[in-house]
């Protein structure tokens, strides 16, 4: 009997926990965003429209692969990337519906998509972190191909399998073509230590455990935030001369072409290009990434955008990082 | 005996054939996403699949998991058995309280161990960290079935021996050893595939293995066959390694053919050498559960990072991940367990071939990575079962094709305590074979249906990367809190959600003991684990 009783008890718990775990909600986003970024975005699009949303977070080149195999199936209204070729490759796929004119309007044409399938909604600069210590004296690079040689051996920190490291890949392979491109990630193989992730490689280059690191700007401003300026013991420095390493990334959103919700969709779309959204993103403390609306100004711990030297590339060229992962696997990175 | 009873005696002993088929329709079950997964891998072609595969990455990748496999397998096995051996057998002062601080750590998972040290010290990554961490998260799965052993075993060979002029070392050597031969390997076994398929705790500690090269394939580029391949040599890997007990204990049982009255062994006395024994103790118990408990109370007193918080900490987000770890727990130990029966009644009752083969199926999940069996039932989802798509259900049915071996040792010995006479009994006064089973049995295998149920429910509270992957849009669980935050270094964050995970995984633990009455642990009652195996443990 108490067998029986376990059982049923176990089943029903179960059961009732599990329908408290779903929540009414209208919008469904698959993010590949900071699950911080969005939260701070979200409520407060929660708080001034009263559309609830619901969240998928995960890297942006697995949740782009799932969005590709869940095809026509997808629960998905709209994807925030980390990265604008994560968009593109989905707008190839035609996978994305038009955007409205006055969605793309506010921010400057040349952060959003070609076609208009997806808007540019914040920034990050890629920058190299260096060791107050470790680097104390080293001439920094002129280039971030410079890297690739034998003086930076077991100096250098890289994360080739984030998501954030194969649009660097697509831009080098953007400017410098395929050849070059893999001659030079063989020279980072042989020289990096490899971290999971950019936090990975901000905190060891900060505790001194490698000199040199490369990273979004970003991940310096929230270690600095969590440590405390005390705790710092490193510092950024920007390659110039539009050089590929001073790439801007951008993080962008677009619709599903299968959105089952594509008015709060647009909502939403609207809301993120809108004063209110950017001011957030740029006053919160928590993201410290650029807000792409002109007319809103960063947070005052980062460089200006407008001193920001990044290299002659548009989205179309950058591309859609599908050939970034095969090239990581010939060097043996991946 | 009159002819009728005889003859339903006999009846009971053959084997239903609809049990067969349950007990082959679960194993299938299992099979199913490491088919896929086999399935996709084939379909790669020959020459990138061979370009993937033979790349210097590979190879650097195999000879780390390896390493980890043999190194924390061999700690594993000298620790836990060391532990087992002081407790059990030596007068140690406070012998009660160490064997429950030898079986605790169950209660916590590497990822949230590793997740402490990586906080204390940086300098604890790479190989040294993760042996470390997994030496003191998996030695329980030695000394468990062990110290069972110990416990149970007669005493009058060993004291022959003493008698005969051993000094106490090689009496252990050549008098206990061999009879421990059995529990120790399949200790080491579990501890193997447990090594084989961890993920969280490599990856805080940068640690590169299969299992973290199979999560950064699937991150890196847009398809996942590359992971599948790589899956692929994990599960041959698992494969070797099952093969491989199975030589090295050849058919080696060690039973004692009388039923006499069973007596404790006497304790040895330690003299001066019980300070260095208690040291060691006391070391492990600090290493094991000291570390991470305290390095999570030391978090939660520091002003949380709200800057770098995925979620403010607040009694809400608290309460809601709270449900969702013990919803999905509760549902799928209760899944888990069910699944778990038909099997090991025919392991229990009618061992042979085929029951063997279905339960050495079953163990190679444990082997496999969950992000495999999560990626494989993403696919086989979208394909062909779109209701059951991003559904608590599908998740749930996940848990338990992960967790079946664990719930499938305690199931079975469970069934093996309950005595099968008693089961012919009820035959024989008249109730049909499923009345027996739910009115007989069942009632009296409780206690080991409930330690598998809890041993499901602390591996899944604990489980990371299946819930990463399937879980419900919006839906938050202590563990994936504690990830997300711990990925963006912000312990202080993570150290609410981890607290209460912990505290619901001891709690879950202390059940567990109860459950397997506290003889388990703590005197000779009974003798829970079956000699040859003990529970897995896995995140």
Redesign the interface.
Known sequence: MKTKKLIAALLAGGLLAASQLSLAASLVLYNAQHPQTIKLLTDDFEKMSGIGVKIRSGEGPELSAQLLAEGKASPADVYFASNSPELMLLEGKQMLAKLPAATLSPIPARYSSPQGEWVGVMARENVLVFNNKLAAGAQMPASLLDLARPQWKGKLAIAPSDGDFLPLVSAVRALKGEPATLAWLKGLRDNAQTFDDNEGVVAAVNRGGVAVGVINNYYWTRLQVELGSKGMHSQLYHFGNADVGALINVSGAGILKTAHNADAAHKFLAYLVSPRAQQLIAKSNITFEYPLLPSVAPAPQLKPFNQLNPPPLDMQKLGDDSQSAKLLRQAGLL | MNAAVLRLAAGARRRPLSLTACAALVAALVLLPLGFTLWQAISYGGGDAA??LF???VARLAGNTALIVLASTASCAVAGTASAWLVERTRLPGHKLWALLCVAPLAIPPFITSFAWVSIS?DLQGFWGAWLVLTTAYTPLVYLPVSAVLRNMDPALEETARALGLSPWSCFLRVTLPQLKPALLGGMLLVALSTLSEFGAF?LL?F?TFT??I??????????A?ASLLASVLMAAGVLILLAELRVRGQSRYQRLDRGARRAAGRLALGWKRWPALAWLLLQASATLLAPIATILYWTLQPG?D?????EVSPQLLL?AT??S?????????LT??LALPLGYLLARHPGRLAHLLERVVYLAQGVPGIVIALAL??LA?QWL?PL??S?AML?LAYAIMFLPLALVSVRSALLQAESRLEELARSLGLNWWQSL?RVV??L??PG??AA?SLVFVSVITELTAT?LLA????ETLATQVW?DT????FAAAAPYAAILIALSLSATWLLMSCLGRGAVLDGQAQPWNQQEDPPCRN
Do not use: C
């Open positions: 370009e993937l790349r210097p990455i940086p990856m940068h590169h973290t090269e999560y950064a394939e699937y991150r890196a580029s847009f398809d996942s590359g990072a800057a770098v918080t995925p979620a809601s449900a969702s013990l919803g999905l727990g509760l549902s799928a130990a209760a367990t069910l993403v696919n979208i779109k798509y991003q608590a749930a739910w069942l009632p295998a409780a249906l409930g149920a990463l419900p849009i919006g839906t997300a990925a963006a270094l912000a």
